[in-house]
DNA sequence: TGTATCGGATACAGATCTGTATCCAATACT
DNA sequence: AGTATTGGATACAGATCTGTATCCGATACA
């Protein structure tokens, strides 16, 4: 009696969900699923937040979950690959406007670490920061994960590395130390300054990359340095 | 018939559990919970921990748990302030130790640090890292837990804080900036250390600790620097 | 305009999980 | 030795949560 009714509809889908042709409509819902989620996952933790609340803050039923994703940690897969898209888009468009308006001195050099740092799992909100994280420790704890984000990861330190090594050449400036360590220094006081912000952003002050910078650079020598050249 | 065994053993129990008195046995109960749900945790995450799991892992009933904690949140409040209280404690003696040896070079210095960087939510193992973080996290995500989190951070720094201090003393060096930025920006180093390690631990280089410190310092002027004085 | 297909909603079964209410054994006190 | 008390184990009821199987409305194609 109830084989009767499994005909097609599913059947042909599942030929087809191999490989599920994903249509506008249905990249939409995907979309707003991966949105609610971050929210979601912020508030409850990875772990902690049931499907039924991520559909639930998207405007879903389970069903289209499922019909989305096969569980949830397939959710927290595309979520992560969607972020290394996400934030290197974010930051190549903010060196673009950068570099087109041309900004030389100091300050703009922090501008444009803080920039390039947005990507790398510290982002703008407390809430946004926290999401990021549980995402990123999620990814930790499931080794199966481990290549996947670190591949995010050293997307976001290779733009942070070619925007450091831009954004000092028009400011006349030049490193003290390899360019790998700055990368890494700046993204570890980022790192800190971010966590900090988590519990009270009033203890997160960014003039401390500004520092940082100060000491790992000095006037280029013989190009054009503040008034020197 | 079922309320005649209501008589007195849970009774007499909640009258005195408002100040539920710990004795040695109670105690180590304690311990061993929180010691098996931190690698729990680190397993599972915070809220996908059952307390199931953390009891089987510590060799416990459930029973035995709820008798020592009202419920998880209250024994991760429990793991917080006592991090605060090992970190403290492994800080200090790993400072005593290295005080009283007489260490003065910068590979030394560089180990103090180290040490005292351990306590900041970014310890040995992967796993432990992990553990670590996970608290940091549930921590952030409730503002309840703001406060004591805070606590335990700023316990950690000031412990690093002396640390630098004392060890550069030692070194015949001087800061060339803030100790309050040093301190912040060696944690932010460890904490980026720790979490290249998480994913993958061959991309975790301590010598970045060393760079930085040897950019943030200078021969102590008039003291005995490495062979100036 | 009629039919096929797709996207999402609903219903349901099984599996956990939590917190409480009891219960029993070992320890401590006398 | 005998009793009181404490610490942990067991049993249970209610509440979720997950994943699947089925169903229905809307779009697209003819």
């Given at each position: 009696m109830t084989e009767i009714a499994r005909e097609t509809p599913t059947a042909m889908s599942t030929d087809a969900a191999t490989e599920p042709p994903i249509t506008a409509r249905r990249a939409q819902t995907r979309e707003r699923l991966m949105a609610a989620a971050r929210t979601v996952f912020a508030d409850r933790g990875v772990e902690g937040a049931s499907v039924e609340e991520i559909c639930e803050a998207a405007g879903f039923s389970r069903g289209a979950f499922y019909s989305n994703f096969g569980d949830r940690s397939e959710l927290v897969l595309a979520m992560i690959q969607q972020s290394s898209l996400m934030q290197?888009?974010?930051?190549?468009?903010?060196?673009?406007?950068?570099?087109?308006?041309?900004?030389?001195?100091?300050?703009?050099?922090?501008?444009?670490?803080?920039?390039?740092?947005e990507g790398l799992g510290v982002t703008r909100s407390a809430d946004e920061t926290i999401g990021d994280r549980e995402l990123m420790l999620h990814a930790a704890r499931h080794p199966e994960l481990h290549q996947t984000y670190l591949g995010f990861v050293d997307t976001c330190l290779a733009q942070v590395e070619s925007l450091i090594i831009d954004g000092l050449r028009h400011a006349g400036l030049e490193l003290t130390i390899g360019v790998r360590d700055a990368v890494a220094l700046l993204a570890g006081t980022h790192q800190h300054l971010q966590t900090m912000a988590m519990f009270d952003s009033r203890r997160s002050d960014p003039s401390l990359l500004g520092t940082l910078l100060g000491t790992i650079t000095r006037p280029h020598a013989g190009s054009r340095p503040y008034g020197v050249g």
């Open positions: 290197l888009a974010a930051a190549q468009s903010a060196v673009a406007t950068m570099m087109a308006a041309g900004h030389k001195d100091a300050d703009e050099l922090v501008s444009i670490a803080l920039y390039a740092l």
